[in-house]
Each structure stands twice: as C-alpha cells, then as structure tokens.
C-alpha cells in the first residue's frame, strides 16, 4: 500500500475532496453543536442514550448500517462502577462497500462522554450551549472529544460527496466511559471484549482524540494508579508509645519512596510526548487519609499516587520499585510494617510502529493540507489504544490517534475548537487519508 496521498488519488480527485470537506463543514458545525448542547457528563454518565441516537441517525442518513451494542445490566457495577447504575450504549456504524473483499477494512472511533464542566459560574460560556465567538466553538467536549465525532462522520461523507465510492470497507464506532478510564470499561474496553473490534475483523484504527491538526499520535505514556494502605495499632494521643502510629508510617514512605523513586526514574525522559512538561517519568503523592480524632494515634492510614510512566518503562518495574522502598522499610526502621496494596487503575506504555500504511497516509494529508511537516506524538495521558493493543484478540497493532481538538483545550473551563483552523483542516485531512487507505471510485 502506497505511503502517499498522491500516489493513490488523482490531483482532481484531491482537489474535489478538499472542496467537498470545505463545504461541509458548516453541516459538520451544526452537527458538533447538536453534540456539545447534550450534556454526557460522565461520570454518572449522563444521556447517553440520546447522544447515541443522535449520532447513529446521522450516520444511518448517510447509508450506514447502524448497530446499537447496549451494555449489559448485570455489568454495569463492573465495567461503569461510578456509573450509578445508568445505561451505557455503544454504537458502531458500517459503511458496506459495493463489492466485499477488495479493501482494508479502517475502524475510525470516539467517544462521546466529557468530564464534569465544574463551576459553571467561572464559565464565560454555557458549557452545554455551543457558542461560537471569533471563529471558536464554546464548550465542554468541543475539543475532548466531540469534535472528533462530528469530523470523522463528515471527513467520510466529503468523499462520497466529491464523488466517490471506497472500495474498502468503513466502520465508525462512538463509544461511552472514555474518560473514568479503568481496566476494563463500558466502551471500547467492552467492544474490544466482546469480539467487535480486533485485528481479525479491521485493519487499521484512527481514534479522534485532540492530539493537535498537526500531530499523530502513535503512543501513550503508561500509568499506575495505587493506593497503600498502612496498619497499625491504636493508641491515647498522650501515650503514643503503646500503639503503632500508621500514619507515620505513611509518612515515611512518601518521604523515602519520593527520593528512591524519583532518583530512579531522573532520567526517563521520552521527547515525543506532548506537552514538554509531560516528558518525563513521574510520581506524585496525591491523597493521604488517617484517623478522625486529634488524641488518638491512628491505625489506619492511607496513601495514593499516580505513577506515570515512558517508555520502555514497565509496570513491572515501576511495582518493583513501589515493593523496595517497604521492604528497605521493614528492613531498617520499622519492623512492625504492615500494609496491604492496591491499583485502581493500570496501564502499559502503549507504543506502536509509525510506519504503518494509515500513519504514513494520515502525515502525508497533514503535509498536503497544512504545508508543514506532521508530528509523531505521544499521548501525556492514556486512552483506548490500549484496549486495541493490550486487549483485543488479535491485536490492533496500526492504531493511531488524529483529531482536531488541541490537547491544551481538553477538560478546560471555557474549551473550544477553532472551526476554521483546527475543525475545517482535520476534515480534510481525514477525508484524504481516508480515502487514501480504503482506496476509491466513480460513483
């Protein structure tokens, strides 16, 4: 499969495509609107079910074959706990080619659920209103990641619309629970388990993510979300010496596991995450909780940190280093250690090969689009690629992340997309690589 854009689409036919995105994009607006004006707060996760819909009517206006998959009951505690026990529904929409068998198959994904828009009142915009105000959209997801939706959803329509057929076959999905993470969710981790998307079924993934118009993203940094909890013995505050004092326990060993640990990891650095300030290996202290009473000595306390790791780091030698700061512990000064630990949440650095067909078509529409070079980037945080990298069966090693939301507007007061600048360029941009990959014809 060719690498370049224009060694597979015609100058006119990149022209139409380009026109076609262009004119599109005041339908596209209107459509991310409709979105953003549905607030999906998540968690709980709220109207899930209508945002579905009114992503699936669309795409079924546009020929898809829609499918509805609605997490089961009985799982909800599981895969959506802070979820409060409402319903959760994905959706996948599929694009048929006029003849089978004669294309890739490109699964292009989103989700649909934001993160709480906190205090309104420090809001200049209504969160959930959709304004627009020199040149940009106002609101929560307009860039994390609504705006992702809306452009794949109508990058694949420009191409049809300059008249055009793929020839492979196109699947979107819109999925919920994106943003409380988890090792399993109600999502795509849910999709992935259950046999809809793997290597055995699509050939390539693009997740709509805000990575910046300009950048591919083909990694994330890996993450240990942990909690130690230490034990010890109650006491009176005036005798101490009778008890075992569990938040001095704790206490020590965000002292010691902040010197150990960070001297470890001074030198991981990796450059291709963006921002620069995400960089570098990490672990921050961020919750400790002990005793409920000024005169009694505590024997109980708890710790929780969040451990960010680069690649080649691993979570197996991250949890190492977690496990020799208590053992120097119990080793030294404090022999009656006791504690039990826990992860809440965990993930690999995910990292897959750039020179995969779609990345190197999707940089190449980012070049003819913008005239600048595209950046390969790595995620600061994590997000579904790892469902497709650690979960699927077989995995979905060409996963990639391209949207038009810039990462500094996601889960900001006051977020926004740049419709011009940001929406309009990933329209065409997707609409190329799209194009490019799954191969096109006459309609």
């Known amino acids: 499969m060719s690498s370049t854009i224009g060694d597979v689409l015609s100058s006119s036919q990149i022209e139409a495509i380009r026109q076609a995105a262009s004119d599109l994009l005041p339908d596209c607006q209107e459509f991310l609107a409709q979105l953003l004006k ?7 996760g709220y109207n899930y079910l209508a945002c579905a819909e009114l992503i699936g009517n669309k795409l079924e206006s546009f020929g898809y074959g829609v499918e509805y998959i609605d997490v089961p009951e009985e799982l909800l505690p599981i895969l959506a706990p802070l979820g409060e026990g409402l319903p959760r529904r994905n959706l996948i929409g599929r694009l048929l080619p006029s003849e089978e068998g004669r294309g890739p198959t490109l699964h292009v994904n989103g989700h649909f659920d934001v993160v709480s828009a906190g205090t309104v009142s420090n809001w200049k915009h209504d969160p959930f209103g959709a304004e627009v105000e020199d040149g940009r959209m106002y609101g929560r997801g307009s860039a994390d990641q609504k705006s992702g939706i809306a452009t794949q959803i109508f990058a694949a329509q420009a191409v049809r619309n300059a008249g055009l057929n793929f020839v492979g076959k196109l699947e ?13 969710n109600a999502g795509m981790g849910y999709l992935v388990e259950t046999g809809q998307i793997s290597a055995a079924t699509v050939d390539a993934v693009i997740i709509t993510e805000p990575l910046n118009k300009d950048n591919v993203c083909f990694a994330h940094r890996g993450t240990i979300w942990g909690e130690i909890t230490f034990h010890g013995r109650a006491a009176h505050g005036s005798m101490p010496g009778l008890g075992i004092n569990a938040l001095e326990h704790a206490c020590a060993f965000v002292y010691l596991a902040s010197q150990r ?16 300030e995400a960089q570098k290996a990490s672990i921050a202290f961020t919750v400790i909780q002990a005793g409920d009473n000024i005169n009694s000595v505590p024997d109980k306390a708890t710790v929780n940190f969040d451990r960010r790791l680069v690649s080649p780091e691993t979570l197996a030698e991250a949890r190492q280093q977690i496990t020799d700061v208590l053992d120097e512990m119990k080793a030294t000064d404090f022999p009656d250690l006791n504690y039990e630990y826990a992860e809440s949440y965990y993930t690999e650095p995910t990292v897959v090969p750039t020179d995969a067909p779609i990345s190197l078509l999707l940089q190449d529409a980012i070049k003819l689009v913008t005239g600048g070079p595209a950046g390969l980037v790595t995620s600061p945080g994590s997000d579904d690629q790892r469902f497709l990298v650690h979960t699927a069966d077989p995995p979905v090693w060409s996963t990639f992340l391209y949207g038009p939301g810039n990462i500094s507007q996601a889960h900001i007061t006051d977020e926004s997309v740049d419709l011009e600048n940001e929406l309009k360029v990933s329209l065409e941009v997707m609409a190329l690589a799209f194009a490019a990959y799954l191969g096109v014809e006459a309609a």
């Open 261 to 276: 640990i960070n001297s470890l990891i001074a030198n991981y650095v990796d450059e291709t995450v963006i921002p620069v």
């Open 38 to 44: 549905i607030d999906t707060t998540n968690p709980p």
């Open 172 to 184: 979107q999905s819109a999925v919920v629970d994106e943003e409380t993470t988890g090792n399993r």
